[in-house]
C-alpha cells in the first residue's frame, strides 16, 4: 500500500509540469497587432469625434455672437483675452485628446486594413479630426502613424504650419477618400459626397476659391445621386437624425457612453447649464429682425427664454452633430462663384431653394449687383441658416469680419484657442503656446 | 555586547549594535497585462468600436528592486527600564514604475516605464521609559521620531520627468521630478498678497466672495509671467513646496493605578504641504471677478500698483497650505472590577472602559480645510507618488467614542 502512495506522488511530480511558456496573452481580449479586421478600430475613429462636439458647438456659437455665457470663468469665451486657457478642462483638453484618439485610430485602419473603403473613411475621419484642429489651434503637431512605446521618445512633436497640415494631410486624404468611397453613405458612414464636400469647405477655408469651386460644384451637382436634397421643412433637419439633407454627421445615442464627461452641446444652447440659463445673443435677434418672415427664426431662438430651441431632442437626448448638410455645402459654393467673379444671377439663384424654404422671397439680383453685396448677402444667410451648427466664429475669422460683426476689437492672437497647457508640460516645451495665452 | 567580558559600564544594560540589508522586487501597482497592449472594446453607434489600448505596449516591463540598508543601535539603561533605539536606513528603488505623462498626441495621458532610481534615507530615533513599576502605579512612556529624505538620482536617461499639473479643473501645482530633487516637488508662482475687495467688479453676486486674483512676482523681470517654465529656464515658476514632512513623531503612554486604567498615543507630522484646492471653490473664486478699470488694457498688470496679477485658478503659492498635525489617535480609560466581586456572580473578570480616536486634534495656521492628512488620488490623470500632494474637499477627520463593557466567564 505503501508503495502505491509513493508512486502516486511521485506521478504527480511528474505530470505537472508545463509544455509550453507561462508568457501568454489573454486569449478573451483582442490585442492589437493580432488584428485581422479594422471595422472595430474604424468604428472607434467615428466615436472619437464624439468628444469634441460640444467643445466644437461652444466655439462655434458662444465664442461667437450667436450665444453669450453668462458665469466666470465661462464668460471669458466672450471676452478675447488670456483667460480663457481656464477652460482648457472642459473644452480644449478633451477636444484635443478626442480629435488626435480618432487620429490614431485611423492611422491604424490606413495602415493596416487592406479594405478600401475602410481605408477612405478612415482617410475622410483623419482629414475632418485635423481640420477641426487647424481652425481651432492652427498649427499642430502631425502623425500619421500608429506609434510604439519606442517611438515616442524620439518622436517630433513640433507644431506643423497650418498650411502643411492642410496641404500635406488634409487635402491629399480626402482626395484619396473621394476615389475610394461610394456616393451615397450606408449608416451615416462617411461617403465620396461628403469627402467633395468637406474638401470644398477646407479649400473655402483656406481662402483658395479657385480649387474649392470644383468639388463644391461635384457636391451640389451630386448630392441627388447621393440620395442627398434640402428638406422641405427646416424644422424637420433638427428633429430626425439622418434625414435626407444630412452628408455627414457625428451620430450621437443616449445608449453609447462617450468619454466627454460635461454638459452636451444642445443642453448649452437650450440654456440647460446653470453656467449659461439664458445664453441666446442679441446680436442675433437681431439679424433674425432684419429678416422679416423668417421661418427659421422661431427655429433657432426662442426670445422669451432667451434661448435656443433648435434640438428639441424628441424623443430622449440623443440628436446628432451635423458637420455637414446640403444648405451649408450650396451656401459654400455660392459664395466661392461670388468670388471667383460668376454673374449674380446664377449666385443669387443658388440661394433660392434655401430662402423659400425660410418663407422668404429670393434675393434681387438686379439690386443685390454687386460682389460685395452679394458676399454680405452670402454672409447673412449662412449665419441665419447655420445658428447653433457650431459655425459662426470659424466663419467669422476666415472672412475677417470678427471685429466688425461682433463690434469689438479683438487682439488676433484670439481668434486661436489656447493649446492645452498640459500638452506643452508633457512635451517638455517641444509643443509651444499660441501667443497671446 | 553588555554580555561581553570587555564590557564593564553598569549603567547600561544593553548595547546592541544591529546592521541588515536586503532586497525585495515588487511590481508596485502594475495589472497583470501591463505589458501588453489591449483594444478596448466599445459599443458605438455603427458596432463594436476597439478603443485605444489605455496603456501604450511594453514589453520591457519589469519589477521595481527596493534595497533596504539599516544601521541601528539598540540601548538599555537602568536595567533597562530605559531603552532607546536608533536607526539610520537608506532605501534604494531601481527601476522604478513610473507613470509618465505624455502628450495626447500618443492617445494616451501617461505610459507605464521602469524609468529612474530613487534613494530615500531618514534617522528613526525611539525612546521608551517605565517611569513607575510599583504595585499599584505603573506608568510607561515611549517617543519617537522619524526623518525622511527623498531624492531621485536617476531618471534612465533624462534630467527631469515631464511636468504634471494635478489637481481640479486645472487648479492644482505644477508637479516636477527631475534629478537631484525629490519625488512629486510642488511648483508654482510666487504671490505677494490677494487683490484687494474693493477692486471686485460686483460684490454682492455671492456670499464669501473674494477678489479671487492675486498679485504675483515676474522672477525674471521680463514683463511676462510663464506658468509653464521655472525660474532657470526663464520662465517664472518656483518650488512652493513637498507633500513630504519634514519629521513624523508620536508618543504613548500606558498609565495603571490600582484598578484603573488609561492609555493615549499621539502621532504627528510636521513640515509638509498640501496645495488645498477647497478655498478656490467655496469662496467662489473663479476669476475674473475685478472690475475692468482694475486693468483697462488688460495687460495682466493693475493699474493702480503696477503689479502683475493672475485668477486664484492658476499655479499660485497662495493655496499651498501647512499640513503639519498633531493628533491624539486614541485614548482609553478602563476600570477593571475587583475579581473577589465579580467571582461571586461567577464572572471571571469584567472591565469597562470608555475610548476615543482623535479627541485632540491640532493642525497649522493657515489651513482652512477639516482634514490635512488628505491628499486626493482620485482623479483621471494621478499618477502616483510623482503628483500627491493636492486636497479637494477631503472627508473630515472622525471623531468617535466608545464605551465598552468586557466580561470574561
Known sequence: MKHIYILFLGSLFLTLSCSTDLDESPPNIASSDSLTDFEGVLNAAYYYQLGAVTPMAVMGDF??????????????????????????????????????????????????????????????????????????????????????????????????????????????????????????????????????????????????????????????????????????????????????????????????????????????????????????????????????????????????????????????????????????????????????????????????????????????????????????????????????????????????????????????????????????????????????? | MHNESFFNIDFISLLKPRFSTGSLG????????????????????????????????????????????????????????????????????????????????????????????????????????????????????????????????DLGGLDELPQAIYGQSGRGPVFRNYVGGEIGEMWGIETIGMVEDSFIEDPTRAIGVNSSAYYVVDQNGDGVIDKTKTVEEGGDLVKIGQNTPEFYYGFNSTLNFKDFDMSFQFQGAQGGDVWNVDPIYYNSEFGGRVRDSFDANSDGIADHNGEFYLDSNNQLDAQLQDASFLALRNLTIGYTFKPELTNKIGINSARVYVADTNLLYLWGDDYTSYNPEGVDTTQSDYLGPTTYGVQIGSSPIVRSFTFGFNVNF
Open chain 2, 26 to 153: 515588487s511590481t508596485s501597482d502594475l495589472g497583470a497585462y501591463n505589458s501588453l497592449s489591449l483594444l478596448n472594446p466599445q459599443a458605438t453607434v455603427l458596432g463594436t468600436g476597439f478603443l485605444i489600448p489605455s496603456d501604450v505596449a511594453n514589453s520591457n516591463l519589469t519589477w521595481q528592486t527596493n534595497t533596504e540598508t539599516n544601521y541601528g543601535i539598540d540601548l538599555g539603561f537602568a536595567n533597562n527600564r530605559i531603552r532607546m533605539g536608533v536607526d539610520y536606513y537608506t532605501s534604494d528603488i531601481e527601476d522604478i514604475l513610473i507613470n509618465q505623462s505624455v502628450s495626447e498626441v500618443f492617445g494616451t495621458p501617461s505610459i507605464r516605464l521602469n524609468s529612474g532610481d530613487v534613494r530615500s534615507s531618514g534617522v528613526e530615533v525611539e525612546l521608551s521609559a517605565g517611569i513607575i513599576r510599583k504595585e499599584n502605579l505603573s506608568w510607561d512612556f515611549s517617543a519617537n521620531i522619524s526623518t525622511v529624505k527623498t531624492e531621485i538620482t
Open chain 1, 63 to 437: 465664442r461667437a455672437d450667436n450665444a453669450l455665457m453668462l458665469e466666470s470663468p465661462y464668460t471669458e469665451f466672450d471676452t478675447y483675452g488670456p483667460g480663457l486657457t481656464a477652460m482648457e478642462d472642459q473644452y480644449f483638453g478633451p477636444f484635443y485628446t478626442a480629435l488626435y484618439r480618432s487620429v490614431l485610430s485611423a492611422n491604424n485602419v490606413i495602415e493596416n486594413s487592406t479594405n478600401t473603403s475602410q481605408i477612405g473613411e478612415a482617410k475622410f475621419l483623419r482629414a475632418l479630426s485635423y481640420f477641426k484642429l487647424v481652425q481651432v489651434f492652427g498649427d499642430v503637431t502631425i502623425i500619421l502613424t500608429s506609434p510604439d512605446i519606442g517611438d515616442i521618445p524620439t518622436f517630433d512633436l513640433t507644431r506643423q504650419p497650418a498650411a502643411e497640415v492642410y496641404n500635406n494631410v488634409i487635402i491629399p486624404d480626402l482626395q484619396d477618400a473621394i476615389s475610394l468611397l461610394n456616393i451615397t453613405n450606408t449608416n451615416g458612414r462617411a461617403s465620396k459626397l461628403a469627402a467633395q464636400s468637406l474638401l470644398g469647405k477646407v479649400y473655402v477655408h483656406m481662402g483658395n476659391f479657385g480649387s474649392a469651386q470644383p468639388h463644391l460644384a461635384d457636391a451640389v451637382n451630386g448630392a441627388a445621386a447621393g440620395d442627398v436634397s434640402l428638406l422641405e421643412n427646416y424644422a424637420d433637419i433638427f428633429v430626425t437624425d439622418l434625414n435626407s439633407e444630412i452628408i455627414f454627421a457625428t451620430q450621437i445615442s443616449s445608449s453609447v457612453e462617450d468619454e466627454y464627461g460635461f454638459s452636451d452641446f444642445w443642453s448649452w444652447y437650450l440654456g440647460n447649464d446653470t453656467k449659461s440659463p439664458r445664453p441666446l445673443d442679441a446680436s442675433l435677434i437681431a439679424a433674425f429682425d432684419a429678416s422679416p418672415g423668417d421661418l427659421r427664426r422661431a427655429v433657432n431662438i426662442d426670445e422669451v427664454n432667451a434661448r435656443s430651441p433648435k434640438y428639441p431632442q424628441v424623443g430622449g437626448p440623443d440628436h446628432d452633430w451635423i458637420e455637414l448638410r446640403l444648405a451649408d455645402v450650396i451656401l459654400l459654393y455660392a459664395e466661392t462663384l461670388n468670388e471667383n467673379g460668376a454673374s449674380p444671377e446664377n449666385v443669387l439663384d443658388l440661394l433660392d431653394p434655401i430662402r423659400t424654404r425660410a418663407g422668404l422671397a429670393p434675393l434681387d439680383h438686379t439690386v443685390i449687383n454687386t460682389q460685395a453685396l452679394i458676399r454680405q448677402a452670402i454672409y447673412d444667410e449662412r449665419r441665419l441658416e447655420l445658428a447653433f451648427e457650431g459655425q459662426r466664429w470659424f466663419d467669422l475669422v476666415r472672412t475677417g469680419t470678427a471685429e466688425a460683426e461682433i463690434g469689438e476689437t479683438i487682439n488676433p492672437n484670439y481668434y486661436l484657442f489656447p493649446i492645452p497647457i498640459s500638452e506643452i508640460l508633457a512635451s517638455d516645451g517641444v509643443i509651444t503656446q499660441n501667443p497671446g495665452y
